[in-house]
């Protein structure tokens, strides 16, 4: 079993700074692709950035030039770093890992719970 526990969300006025990280903890035995995605009121969950386990990264276009994903591999755990912060950036964060949690069985994509990050303007 695996849990993904975000932390780091909160309210921020524009043009502030957040850090959001989220951890997996459990049975593991290989993370591929870490990722962050978000989820506005009344819109879709869209992709925000996605790093592989090498460290290559992507980022949507709302995303690049202000927001930087990394990952501590010993730690399992995936960070946002999120700069210059819009009022339009006000959503639910989620990471997602990519994890198998056994040498036989087959890769999952697992999801945290979700924190609210909320930038006044």
């Known amino acids: 079993q695996v849990h993904m526990v975000e932390s780091g969300g909160g309210l921020v006025q524009a043009g502030g700074s957040l850090r959001l990280s989220c951890a997996a903890s459990?049975?593991?035995?290989?993370?591929?692709?870490m990722g962050w995605y978000r989820q506005a009121p009344g819109k879709q969950r869209e992709l925000v950035a996605t790093?592989?386990?090498?460290?290559?990264?992507n980022y949507a276009d709302s995303a690049k030039g202000r927001f930087t994903i990394s990952r501590d591999n010993a730690k399992n755990t995936v960070y946002l770093q999120m700069n210059i912060l819009k009022p339009e950036d006000t959503a639910v964060y989620y990471c997602?890992?990519?994890?198998?949690?056994?040498?036989?069985?087959?890769?999952?994509?697992?999801w945290g719970q979700g924190t609210q990050v909320t930038v006044s303007s």
């Open positions: 997602t890992a990519d994890i198998q949690t056994t040498r036989r069985t087959a890769r999952y994509d697992y």
């Open positions: 459990g049975t593991i035995f290989s993370i591929n692709d």
């Open positions: 790093i592989t386990s090498g460290g290559a990264t």
